[in-house]
């Protein structure tokens, strides 16, 4: 558990660096983080090792487990008297930090293979946001078209697809390349995690709603991961693939989850609220269950 302590080391940094200096602007890394070190990110985690059935397969398994649980998810929050609570409940769950946590996560605990299925998913995760996650926020309002378009301006998604089909066509960088990816990719990894940092020291609690507190709670670290299990036993994977696909279902709600609430008026303060909850839980709940 000493690697998991020493990845929150950098979010506690990025966490009172922007309490003691108030100038230090979280969009500023998100732009450079996205735009400029991410893409050496996804070069890198995809290039590491040669792509086999289990590493394609993976995304697959993951968008799978995804809509699953959605039809839980959505159940369960029927609960719930507020539509706009109703959604945060149902959907918030399924949108994890697979990038700015998952990633170095899976490196740290699992190694080369570790990132590399985790980049794979979180490509996944990118289109499912970007799709099926805004058309569900904005409850249809949100054209194809619009949804569409914010993929494509996505310069990971670009990469990733560019890295896969280098790795499926058998190209391979020298090492002098690859080492130059790593020192883009690490940096990327520290800055996602000061990102992180910066944006829970942002955030400011209105009001707290226990009850969907407790069904988000319940859906991202029961039923997410109920689902999980019973899907991926259905699957002959070896160990690291078993433990990086469930730790990145693991993964607590992304602030994007924030950014989109902000957008279409779904109670930000509450889902800034749930993003710091699950975000401790998460220490607990992988500590518990021992990845």
């Known amino acids: 558990m000493s690697t998991v302590f020493g990845i ?16 230090i602007e979280g969009k500023t890394l998100v732009l450079l983080s996205t735009y400029f070190l991410q893409p050496f990110l996804t ?16 995304p697959f398994i993951y968008l799978g487990i995804v809509f699953c649980s959605l039809i839980f998810t959505f159940l369960i929050s029927l609960i719930l008297s507020d539509k706009k609570e109703r959604i ?24 080369d293979i570790g990132a590399s299925i985790a980049t794979i998913i979180n490509l996944a995760n990118i289109f499912f946001i ?42 391979e960088f020298s090492k002098e390349v690859m080492k130059i990816l790593q020192m883009g990719a690490f940096a990327s990894i520290v800055i996602q995690l000061l990102i992180f940092g910066i944006y829970v020291a942002e955030i400011k609690i209105k009001e707290v709603s226990l009850k969907l507190t407790f069904v988000t ?6 039923i997410f991961p109920a689902v999980a299990f019973f899907i991926l036993k259905q ?3 070896p160990p690291k693939f078993y433990k990086t696909i469930f730790l990145e279902v693991l993964t607590p709600l992304a602030v994007t989850n924030v950014n989109l609430a902000a957008l279409f008026n779904l109670y930000p303060q509450k889902v800034a609220y749930l993003v710091i909850v699950t975000s401790v839980l998460f220490l607990g709940v992988v500590f518990f269950i021992g990845l």
Do not use: C
Not at 8 to 23: D, H, Q
Not at 88 to 94: E, F, K, N, R, Y
């Open 88 to 111: 945060i409940a149902s959907l918030t769950p399924l949108i994890g930090n697979t990038g700015n946590l998952g990633i170095p996560l899976s490196y740290a605990l699992f190694g």
């Open 130 to 171: 970007y799709s099926f996650g805004i058309f569900f926020f904005a409850k249809g309002e949100y054209s194809f078209k619009e949804a569409f378009f914010k993929i494509i301006k996505i310069p990971v998604m670009w990469f990733g697809i560019f890295a896969l089909g280098l790795n499926l066509g058998g190209f």
């Open 8 to 23: 929150y080391l950098f979010i506690v940094i990025g966490f009172f660096a922007k309490k003691i200096f108030k100038e």
């Open 43 to 58: 070069l890198w985690g995809i290039m590491l090792i040669p792509l086999n059935k289990n590493l394609i397969l993976s």
């Open 217 to 222: 709670v319940l859906n991202k670290f029961v």
């Open 235 to 237: 699957f002959n994977l």
